[in-house]
């Protein structure tokens, strides 16, 4: 599409920007999704429309929602990276399409087969495809490491739908898809969090700024990538568990530089510091699993997932609706509910595994919450998502 093509474009607003439907499709999957697998495991219930429960459960939350705020994120940011013209029209439509098509051939997995699987992968393929094609054409060799974590994150998927024949394979393909976000995080959001602060700050005339990024954060990104390397290879190593607790630590130690502790007034800035927060905890907790039996595994997992993945796609989704929008950058009292509730979904989900007989009450909590969160930026942000820029 040229320039004169996209200024031209008079279809569906929806399909003007690649944020606009993965960021609305994304959250009202993650609203039914995780509600759906809580309520089926709490009833006692293993399977989703006859296919294995915990698996469609695991590989929704990281392939159905995850994988749309990610592609939301990477579309809209690339042509600020390469200068080069944003996917809009019909081949946004298309890639949104494949999205689409994934999310019922998984729920339709046990009558679909091995069709399932094929037409669930195309979307990343495609998306990876899309993102490296826009970073080499835009020469913009910065991200190269992001095309690749995009593409890691589709093999992971590919990976993923063969547990049934190669079970091992498909265990770390698992904690790929978990390895790679977080990775994502922490490059992405090591540049967002401390650059949206310093912006802030500095409208304020605040003298305690970020501090600038350097061997600090190399050497943090250093460790986090080497720790995840090992998780995915060897679990039970308890070398790899003292690095993710390293990694832990180190990402604490970035964050505590960016003066998050300077932006109370402003929700929109100092959520990407919780987001942030939960990724560090999320490394640390996964780490000390490994190292120490009594803490529970999915204590760390969903510190990841629920507590880093989750808050952080909210951040990052609030405030580029607001701003690629056309509308200020400050959040209003229904998005600081939406924070609430996604941050108290984490709390109990990561807290259920040591609850002991009220485990279920949390896991049943946690879901609603995080329902609540996401149907909230639905009904919030979804209009916003669907109309024309305010102002034209």
Same mark, same amino acid.
């Given at each position: 599409m040229t320039a004169a093509e996209m200024r031209a474009y008079r279809g569906p607003a929806l399909f003007s920007f690649g944020?606009?439907?993965?960021?609305?499709?994304?959250? %009202?999957?993650?609203? %039914?999704?995780?509600?759906?697998? =809580?309520?089926?495991?709490?009833?006692?219930?293993?399977?989703? %429309?006859? =296919?294995?429960?915990?698996?469609?459960?695991?590989?929704?939350?990281?392939?159905?929602?995850? #994988?749309?705020?990610?592609?939301?994120? %990477?579309?809209?940011?690339?042509?600020?990276?390469?200068?080069?013209?944003?996917?809009?029209?019909?081949?946004? @439509?298309?890639?949104?399409?494949?999205? =689409?098509?994934?999310?019922?051939?998984?729920?339709?997995?046990?009558?679909?087969?091995?069709?399932?699987?094929?037409?669930d992968v195309l979307f990343l393929f495609a998306l990876a495809a899309v993102v490296w094609r826009e970073v080499l054409a835009g020469r913009n060799w910065r991200n190269l490491p992001v095309c690749g974590l995009v593409s890691l994150l589709a093999l992971a998927n590919l990976g993923l739908h063969l547990r049934a024949s190669a079970p091992v394979l498909a265990d770390a393909c698992e904690r790929l898809a978990l390895g790679a976000p977080a990775m994502l995080i922490a490059l992405i959001g090591g540049r967002i969090v401390p650059s949206f602060t310093r912006n802030w700050l500095a409208q304020r005339k605040s003298s305690a700024l970020p501090a600038p990024s350097g061997r600090i954060d190399q050497a943090a990104l250093g460790i986090t990538g080497a720790a995840v390397l090992a998780w995915i290879a060897a679990p039970a190593w308890p070398g #790899?568990?003292?690095?993710? !607790?390293? &990694?832990?630590?180190?990402?604490?130690?970035?964050?505590?530089?960016?003066?998050? !502790?300077?932006?109370?007034?402003?929700?929109?800035?100092?959520?990407?510091?919780?987001?942030? =927060?939960?990724?560090?905890?999320?490394?640390?907790?996964?780490?000390?699993?490994?190292?120490?039996? #009594?803490?529970?595994?999915?204590?760390?997992?969903?510190?990841?997932? &629920?507590?880093?993945f989750g808050v952080m796609t909210l951040a990052v989704m609030t405030r580029a609706t607001l701003g690629h929008t056309g509308r200020a950058?400050?959040?209003?009292?229904?998005?600081?509910?939406?924070?609430?509730?996604?941050?108290?979904?984490?709390? !109990?989900?990561?807290?259920?595994?040591?609850?002991?007989?009220?485990? !279920?009450?949390?896991?049943?909590?946690? #879901?609603?919450?995080?329902?609540? @969160?996401?149907?909230?930026?639905a009904a919030v942000y979804g209009p916003m998502l669907a109309r024309r820029r305010a102002g034209g």
């Amino acid at each position: 599409m040229t320039a004169a093509e996209m200024r031209a474009y008079r279809g569906p607003a929806l399909f003007s920007f690649g944020f606009r439907p993965f960021f609305l499709g994304g959250a %009202l999957w993650a609203a %039914l999704a995780a509600p759906l697998w =809580a309520g089926i495991y709490i009833a006692g219930g293993w399977a989703v %429309l006859g =296919a294995p429960g915990r698996d469609w459960h695991v590989h929704e939350m990281l392939f159905g929602y995850l #994988a749309a705020v990610v592609a939301g994120f %990477l579309l809209t940011a690339a042509p600020n990276w390469t200068g080069r013209l944003p996917v809009t029209g019909r081949p946004l @439509a298309l890639l949104f399409g494949l999205w =689409a098509a994934g999310r019922l051939a998984m729920l339709l997995q046990a009558r679909l087969g091995p069709l399932a699987a094929l037409i669930d992968v195309l979307f990343l393929f495609a998306l990876a495809a899309v993102v490296w094609r826009e970073v080499l054409a835009g020469r913009n060799w910065r991200n190269l490491p992001v095309c690749g974590l995009v593409s890691l994150l589709a093999l992971a998927n590919l990976g993923l739908h063969l547990r049934a024949s190669a079970p091992v394979l498909a265990d770390a393909c698992e904690r790929l898809a978990l390895g790679a976000p977080a990775m994502l995080i922490a490059l992405i959001g090591g540049r967002i969090v401390p650059s949206f602060t310093r912006n802030w700050l500095a409208q304020r005339k605040s003298s305690a700024l970020p501090a600038p990024s350097g061997r600090i954060d190399q050497a943090a990104l250093g460790i986090t990538g080497a720790a995840v390397l090992a998780w995915i290879a060897a679990p039970a190593w308890p070398g #790899a568990g003292a690095l993710l !607790a390293l &990694a832990g630590l180190a990402n604490l130690v970035r964050l505590v530089r960016w003066r998050g !502790a300077s932006t109370g007034a402003e929700p929109l800035v100092w959520i990407l510091h919780l987001g942030y =927060a939960w990724l560090a905890a999320g490394l640390l907790l996964i780490g000390l699993s490994i190292l120490v039996a #009594a803490v529970p595994r999915s204590t760390g997992i969903h510190a990841l997932t &629920a507590g880093a993945f989750g808050v952080m796609t909210l951040a990052v989704m609030t405030r580029a609706t607001l701003g690629h929008t056309g509308r200020a950058r400050t959040a209003d009292r229904r998005t600081v509910l939406i924070y609430l509730a996604a941050n108290l979904a984490a709390m !109990a989900r990561a807290a259920a595994p040591a609850a002991g007989g009220g485990q !279920a009450a949390l896991l049943g909590l946690s #879901a609603a919450l995080w329902a609540l @969160a996401f149907l909230g930026f639905a009904a919030v942000y979804g209009p916003m998502l669907a109309r024309r820029r305010a102002g034209g």
